[in-house]
């Protein structure tokens, strides 16, 4: 199946704006960012924490809401991923 | 109005209606840091009536690179006090409230309870998750905005129309200290400011189901569209279990 990630701010110069990417039936949200981390280690170093390579250094959204890593992903699923944001 | 002309520049945009409904609200500022700054300075000036200010912490040194509301005289003061001396000063017809404390689940229900608009100035999504529950459940609209370094980000949730905070953002990120440049602050609290003005005028198109991001970094702003989590627990099925 095919699903499309798009990265923004700081993560487009790590990870680039936007790829489709092939994975096999049955994966999951935390097995495509290990997908895409694998193949920009830019992005890896900035997202590895405490909780394991993406350790909730990232903010992701599936299909326009916020995801669980264990959720299963569908063809032609989006995916955005941003920093997270939180100060003020 | 004492001063008939004060709001001259801005009443062709939405009418002496308009400029009335501003002086009718009230809005509840959530934190009086580097977006609480922009966002009750334009509130302030732009007229809206009465602006809540909530705020336990005091003013530091390293907080005057951003947080416009304190200036150097007031460092070691409540922050909630420093900042409506600051916005008492720019517009004496606004009415501003100090709270002097931490936003929590006990304060928000009857701060929020109050207002016509509440921003979102916080600076951890520990009490942004409180604030939108609060928010949800008063039914009134929360302005979002959050910064790190040169970019930020920044939305309008409408309680039963929009997503809500924690259908976007189920679980706070890292606990970490963000860079911080004030014009950033700027940039996203003036967005905020703009949004609330909006609001309770009935200007324009809002950013209802959208998160405006802006990447300060590269000059340049993107969006994302979003939609509600029918099993969020905040807005939808989650909620009752
Ligand atoms: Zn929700």
Partial sequence: MRVVVRAFARFREMAGEEATLELPEGSTLADLLEEVVSSHPGLKKALSGPDGPIGGRAMVLLNRRGADPSDVLEEGDEVAILPPFSGG | ?241
């Fill in chain 2, 1 to 241: 109005m004492e001063d008939g002309t004060r709001y001259d520049r801005q009443i062709p945009l939405f009418g002496e209606e308009g400029q009335r409904r501003l002086a009718r609200s009230t809005a509840l500022v959530v934190g009086a840091g580097g977006l609480g700054s922009a966002v009750s300075v334009y509130l302030a000036t732009a007229g809206v009536g009465r602006i809540v200010v909530v705020d336990g912490d005091v003013v530091e040194v390293s907080n005057l690179n951003r947080q416009i509301l304190h200036w150097q005289e007031d460092l070691g003061r409540p922050k909630a006090a420093s900042a409506a001396d600051t916005l008492r000063g720019l517009n004496p017809e606004v009415e501003v409230e100090a709270v002097p404390l931490f936003a929590d689940e006990d304060n928000l229900e009857e701060l929020v309870a109050g207002s016509d608009a509440v921003v979102d100035a916080l600076d951890n999504f520990d009490t942004r998750h409180l604030l939108n529950g609060s928010a949800l459940a008063a039914g009134v609209p929360l302005f979002h905005g959050a910064i790190s370094g040169l970019d930020g980000q920044a939305t309008t949730i409408v309680p039963g129309m929009t997503p809500c905070l924690r259908c976007i953002f189920p679980r706070p990120p890292p606990k970490e200290q963000v860079p911080a440049l004030g014009a950033t602050c700027g940039v996203i609290g003036s967005i905020q400011a703009t949004e609330v003005v909006k609001h309770l005028t009935g200007l324009g198109a809002s950013l209802a189901g959208r998160l405006l991001l802006w990447d300060g970094y590269r000059g340049r702003c993107d969006e994302i569209p979003l939609e509600r989590n029918p099993g969020c627990p905040d807005c939808g099925r989650g909620r009752e279990l």
